[in-house]
């Protein structure tokens, strides 16, 4: 935002020291949303001296006098955006080693490996994400074969798009001691050909046969991976998310920025299970630190695995796969003893459901323990990408939050389609639905797996369109919700299903000052014209965290192809 004052007062008054000052924003088209939908409009925000709203001010409201004022110019300016459902450290990992998210086919994936390979000499493993066979129309998984012609002199592993599956060479698969006589763990599965020996293919829990050998970042590494995750976030106008998953490594790279001042996103953390979330958070979940930057709310529990790798729970066969149902991850007692535990402690559990039969599993499971404990636990289903309409009225029952990503319905819609055929889809991604039982909507992107990008996602709420406009009118366009619904989702309901409401999420006096300034109004534009939405400004608790001008702000500095490495 242009100033008033000079750059240089600007930069200490705005940036350097928000509290030694109040600021009046002024000229603005600004909107505000609550968590049930409803959209209000302001043209002036007070920014105390403490980073907080002080004042929202309508049009033709008496301005209070402050220390500084700042001219918006008549730009939009909303809420910052709340991602439900990230996970932080998968985030800035996966932007320094090796995208194959863009990649079309399987010789594209070679030939991206393969440079890789040549830049990185000196790497004793070669690793990345991103694939998806379904999107390359290979109709089946990779090999390892395939993979070798890539680079078959030092291992390799490349996770799938959804971290459901990962992808192995011979050098990996040797290391690993897998081969025929390997049996396949609970709860994970190593595809084989039909002489039984591995292909490359390792699903859910097999993953840690190859992972696990995999030597761990170092702190700087993570230090680095924060960063760029946090770079990443506040360009697109994130200023808070729910990590899912958080490691005790996780924890205290998140601590260390705290504590040097480097964290400027707010983290709500979910430990990695319930022992994770115990050795992070002892006795119960942490309060706010850092002026409302960090908090472990709660765990994350594993249910079932992902549609693309055939890992989801289902109630019958896939569609495309007679015989196989998916993978449990936790056996019906286990679930209702980490929820009981969980809620024993005050954690907020997040249960990632994806099939229909997983989602029936925890919804029984919440069914049936929350009774014992009816304090405010705020029940969370992560995902609830396919929900038998048999079993939805149960979300409403507990005001069990839908933590739910709006992009894997358009990412997913063709394969959602072959793998459930089209007697199933009723349930699927159905975001109105769930929402009409009473539960709680919250929006997010499950980065690394989409790109952290809200505006793709508000866009997709509302039209259920792919970015060529497909299909037409929408994929079962009954299941869309309204603007102010989406809006909600991806702020004031986020924070609600994270336990911050009234901290930030909705531009409230006595809230952060958490907002962004974006070059179209949400609510009047197309959306083909949203998921073209060009962040110009966000701001934390009163602070500018990037400015698009000049790629900078209080956080570090943003440079587009800049290129970082971690050493394993």
């Known amino acids: 935002m242009k100033t008033l004052l000079s750059a240089a007062t600007a930069a200490i008054a705005l940036i350097a020291a928000p509290a030694e000052a109040d600021v009046l924003l002024d000229n603005v088209q600004g909107i505000a949303v609550d968590r049930e939908g409803n959209v209000t409009r302001f043209e002036a925000l007070v920014i105390g001296d403490d980073g907080r709203i002080t004042h929202v001010l309508a049009r033709g409201e008496r301005r209070p006098q402050t220390d500084y004022r700042e001219d918006g110019q008549g730009r939009i300016v909303l809420p910052g955006m709340i991602d439900s459902h990230g996970h932080v450290m998968g985030i800035g990992l996966s932007a320094l080693s090796l995208d194959l998210m863009q990649t079309a086919s399987l010789g ?12 990185f000499p000196g790497r004793p493993w070669l690793l990345g994400r991103g694939w998806n066979q379904e999107t390359w129309g290979l109709g089946r998984f990779p090999t390892a074969a395939e993979l070798d012609l890539a680079e078959s002199e030092r291992p390799v592993w490349m996770e799938r798009v959804d971290g459901h599956a990962g992808w192995a060479n011979s050098a990996a698969l040797r290391l690993a001691g897998i081969t025929k006589d390997t049996r396949d763990p609970a709860g994970g599965r190593i595809e084989r050909d039909a002489a039984g020996n591995p292909t490359g293919v390792l699903v859910d829990s097999a993953m840690e046969l190859v992972s696990g050998k995999i030597p761990p970042p170092r702190g700087s590494d993570r230090d680095a991976a924060l960063s760029e995750a946090q770079r990443l976030l506040v360009a697109r106008g994130v200023t808070a998310i729910a990590d899912m998953g958080t490691s005790i490594e996780d924890w205290q790279t998140f601590r260390r920025a705290g504590d040097t001042g480097g964290l400027y996103i707010r983290i709500m953390s979910y430990g990695a299970g319930i022992d994770q979330t115990v050795l992070i958070g002892g006795t119960g979940p942490s309060p706010w630190l850092y002026d409302d930057k960090l908090r472990l709310n709660g765990v994350k529990l594993f249910l079932d695995g992902a549609l693309g790798s055939r890992g989801a729970v289902l109630k019958e066969d896939y569609a495309d796969h007679p015989g196989n149902r998916g993978l449990a991850l936790m056996t019906p007692a286990q679930l209702r ?164 409401e009234g901290r930030f999420g909705q531009l409230a006096v006595g809230e952060q000052a958490d907002f962004v300034v974006v070059d179209r109004d949400p609510m009047i534009s197309s959306p083909a014209e949203i998921r073209e939405t060009q962040v110009l400004e966000t701001w934390i608790g009163g602070r500018k965290v990037y400015d698009a001008r000049t790629r900078s702000g209080d956080a570090p500095e943003i440079v587009a192809g800049e290129e970082a490495e971690i050493v394993r």
């Open 108 to 119: 594209e994936a070679q030939a991206e490996i393969a440079a890789y390979a040549a830049r």
């Open 337 to 500: 003893n980490a929820l009981t535990r969980a809620a024993i402690d005050g954690y907020q559990p997040a249960v990632h459901a994806i099939g229909d039969g997983a989602n029936m599993e925890a919804l029984r499971a919440i069914d049936d323990v929350a009774p014992v404990y009816p304090g405010d636990i705020r029940w969370r289903i992560e995902h609830a990408q396919v929900v038998d309409p048999a079993d939805m009225d149960m979300f409403g029952n507990h005001g069990i939050v839908a933590s739910m990503q709006p992009v894997h319905q358009t990412s997913d819609r063709l394969m959602a389609e072959a793998r459930l055929g089209p007697d199933r889809l009723d349930g699927a991604y159905a975001w109105r639905s769930i929402a009409a039982t009473g539960a709680p909507l919250a929006f997010g992107s499950d980065a690394p797996v989409e790109l952290p990008d809200p505006w793709t996602g508000l866009a997709v709420a509302i039209s259920r369109e792919d970015a060529d406009g497909q299909p037409f009118g929408g994929w079962y366009p009954q299941e869309a919700v309204n603007r102010g619904a989406a809006l909600a989702a991806y702020t004031a309901g986020g924070a609600y299903a994270g336990f911050a």
